[in-house]
């Protein structure tokens, strides 16, 4: 016989979240100055962002051709006989 298996603990995933609910309690937020700061470090320091072009597939979605207005009628088979 085996014994029965005890249930498995939940998972604690409250450290994932810690930290303040208000913007003023979470102490080093981004701020437009702090992300213009580390650009201009990141720059000095020799690296270059590269910008990349909107493609074609974002810009622009093509329109499925339309169907032809009458079909056109399949040739008739003969029956052999």
Do not use: C, W, Y
Not at 13 to 28: D, M, S, V
Not at 32 to 37: E, V, W
Not at 42 to 61: D, M, P, Q, Y
């Amino acid at each position: 016989m085996s014994t029965p298996k005890s249930p498995t603990p939940q998972s604690d995933t409250r450290h994932l979240f810690a930290g303040g609910r208000k913007p003023n309690e979470r102490g080093a937020s981004l701020t437009s100055d702090r992300i213009a700061d580390d650009l201009a470090t990141f720059r000095k320091s020799g690296g270059k962002i590269e910008v990349l072009g909107n493609t074609r597939t974002l810009t622009k979605i093509d329109v499925p051709p339309a169907a032809p207005a009458t079909p056109v009628p399949a040739p008739k088979k003969r029956r052999a006989g």
